[in-house]
């Protein structure tokens, strides 16, 4: 008894149960999805061939989908299932069902074994491999068949089966099972009648009818056998008594579970668990609610966008969903669409919304994508903002057609139609005619129209930055940025901030990147890049120099530095004959040379030392450690290296 009220538990906990009231169970049934059969362990068979079974071990049904199951047998924690392809599907709790044999000759599932259209019974042992002709088979306490011969046998042991009575019409048997020692034949007319198994030694015993106009028989796990009548009513037989169940009525079959206790199918289709006088509805779980994450609400266009989608079952499961297996529906598909990888692929700027919908449930969620890149060009004329037509169309997700002998554009967005044609300020949208604040024109050889148009018909909000001159037009959180020809000019001044000064100055190279001493040089750009900034020099003749990358401060320094760049012409202000200056370009020193001549040569000294006396003064100059010039009265008297 405790392991029938355990097992009775465990189904209850696995199926979703709810008590019936009066015409509850109908109505219940006609919105669910239909149950074909529920196991004895809970798990549900669905006429769309798909599975719930406890494939976790946590008493929570699990569906398997797309299994194309047909029957379904279960006894303890051991489930079984035949599909309409001849495969046997096997599974335990906390397993998931595998398949384990495939033949697609099989006519009948039991547990362990099957009945095939040829007669013989096969299994997962050798038992019944020598049965032959077999129309009917049961595996209870013992594994028991009957033949198209009328022969009614068991197996006592080994792979031998012995005769117990013979059935003189085996045609009009509908089924058979076991009771105890005894061989339960259920026929066609509807009577049960009891065969002994003690006949295959004392043929004494003789069949026993126990009930009539019974349309359905099952056993519980411990053999006990439930009959369902015709009027629709249930009995018990037990202990060789036949025990009316009290309020049962209208079933058709049953699938014994405990003492007592049953699922049983009623006339309407639906499923209940009846337990000693109270039935309750079986139901299917069901998705109460979704869960829908997009990995970014706020991608750009190309980038690729996971879905998370998880739904929540009315029995407290939890199941992931893949996208490609989502009913899922894109309010604007120009926007973003399905990839064969399992991701959205966003495709065009805008707000979008993503819904979900599974098990009569329904989730969105928003996508707002914008495009990573400034268009050109908006211009303000006569404080009206024009914007490209094409790109900007384009970029909403809008397929762009032109007409040269209209001059007119077309842009197609999802199901709106929008025509401009050139020199009219009247759009047509959707075959309207639709006044706008300005006309169609040429700026910098694009076709523009005024932006204001986008936020009377599609719902944008329209942001001039003048300062920048740039133009946000925003979907919800998508956004797309025109800037104007002078936003980068006006963004690079802003970034260069006082180092616009130094732009068009010129300059003398002294010792810079190995360049040729005191090559002329105008710095005519500084290009600017994550903060660091590199000078671009170049010459009379036209040829440029580029530096290399620094900050700011450090750029400011190396040009006002005498070592690297000189603001003075040296040729036109020292008078040095030309080979003085072949030495001095190739940071070469000679006796005889000035003090000047050195420093522009060499640069400044490391350290220096000066002794005077009787009208001489001797100064030497250290460059490093073991190089060092002597000067006698400003002019270089020794050098020593």
């Known amino acids: 008894m405790k392991r029938f009220m355990s097992a009775v538990l465990a189904c209850c906990l696995l199926v979703g149960i ?27 068979l669905m006429e769309d061939g798909s599975l719930w079974i406890d494939s976790l071990g946590n008493r929570k049904l699990q569906h398997f989908p797309n299994m194309k199951a047909k029957a379904l047998v279960e006894e303890e924690r051991t489930g079984y299932a035949l599909t309409s392809d001849g495969k046997i599907l096997s599974w335990s709790s906390g397993q998931k069902p595998k398949v384990v044999k495939e033949d697609k000759s099989i006519r ?18 050798k038992r019944a491999d020598k049965l032959q002709n077999v129309v009917h088979f049961y595996n209870g306490e013992a594994l028991v068949a009957l033949t198209g011969n009328g022969e009614l046998l068991v197996n006592l042991g080994g792979d031998e089966f012995q005769k117990i009575d013979t059935i003189e019409s085996p045609s009009s048997v509908a089924d058979i099972a076991m009771y105890g020692f005894d061989v339960v034949v259920h026929y066609k007319n509807g009577d049960v009648v009891l065969h002994s198994w ?13 009930a009539q ?4 028989l099952s056993t519980n796990s411990n053999g006990h056998l439930f009959l369902t009548h015709r009027d629709g009513t249930v009995s ?4 060789g008594q036949l025990n009316a169940l009290k309020e049962t009525k209208d079933f058709v079959k049953t699938v014994g579970v405990g003492y007592a206790s049953f699922y049983g199918k009623k006339r309407d289709g639906s499923w209940v668990y009846y337990e ?21 609400p706020l991608p750009y266009v190309g980038d690729k966008v996971k879905v998370d989608i998880v739904a929540n079952y009315s029995n407290n499961d939890k199941k992931t969903i893949p996208l490609k297996e989502a009913d899922l529906v894109i309010e604007k598909p120009y926007i973003a669409e399905r990839s064969s990888d399992g991701t959205l692929k966003v495709k065009a700027a805008g707000t979008t919304k993503i819904t979900v919908k599974q098990g009569g449930v329904s989730k969105s969620v928003t996508l707002s994508a914008s495009y990573g890149y400034y268009l050109q060009y908006a211009k303000q004329v006569n404080g009206v903002i024009y914007i490209p037509v094409k790109d900007v169309f384009e970029t909403m997700g809008a397929k762009v057609s032109y007409n040269s002998g209209t001059k007119t554009y077309t842009a197609k967005l999802g199901n709106t139609v929008v025509e401009l044609k050139q020199g009219s300020a009247s759009a047509k949208v959707d075959g309207k005619a639709v006044r706008m604040k300005g006309a169609v024109r040429q700026e910098n050889g694009m076709t523009v129209f005024p932006a204001s ?18 133009l946000t037009v925003s979907f919800g959180q998508g956004h797309i940025w025109i800037e104007s020809v002078d936003t980068q000019a006006i963004d690079k001044r802003t970034a260069l901030g006082g180092l616009n000064a130094y732009i068009g100055k010129t300059y003398y190279v002294n010792h810079y990147q190995g360049w040729k001493r005191f090559m002329k040089v105008k710095l005519v750009d500084i290009e600017v890049e994550d903060r660091m900034y590199k000078p671009v020099f170049q010459t009379d003749g036209g040829k440029q120099y580029a530096g290399y990358s620094t900050t700011a401060d450090r750029l400011k320094e190396l040009l006002a530095d005498d070592y690297t760049f000189l603001n003075y012409d040296p040729y036109k202000k020292y008078k040095w004959p030309s080979s003085v200056w072949k030495l001095i370009e190739a940071e070469k020193i000679a006796i005889g040379m000035t003090k000047q001549q050195v420093l522009l040569s060499w640069g400044e000294p490391t350290s220096t030392s000066t002794v005077s006396g009787s009208g001489i003064t001797v100064e030497t100059w250290g460059y490093g450690y073991y190089t060092f010039v002597t ?3 400003g002019k270089v008297s020794s050098i020593v290296r």
Do not use: C, M
């Not at 039991?110 to 019974?121: A, E, I, P």
């Not at 018990?236 to 202990?239: D, G, K």
């Not at 000693?276 to 970014?296: F, Q, R, W, Y």
């Open 213 to 216: 106009n019974v349309v359905h």
């Open 236 to 239: 018990y037989f037990r202990s």
């Open 453 to 470: 148009l986008l936020a009377d018909q599609f719902g944008a909000k329209l942001k001039w930055d003048a300062k920048r001159q740039v």
């Open 108 to 125: 009948e599932l039991k547990l362990g074994y099957w009945l095939r259209s040829d007669g013989t019974v096969r299994g997962f042992d």
């Open 631 to 633: 000067f006698t009265n």
């Open 18 to 44: 709810v008590t019936a009231g009066s015409g509850g169970t109908a109505a219940a049934a006609a919105a669910d999805p239909k149950i074909a059969e529920v196991g004895r362990n809970g798990s549900l």
């Open 276 to 296: 000693e006088g109270n039935t309750k509805l079986v139901t299917v779980p069901k998705i109460a609610s979704l869960s829908v994450k997009l990995s970014d």
């Open 198 to 210: 003690f006949n295959v030694w004392d043929r004494s015993d003789p069949p026993q009818t126990i």
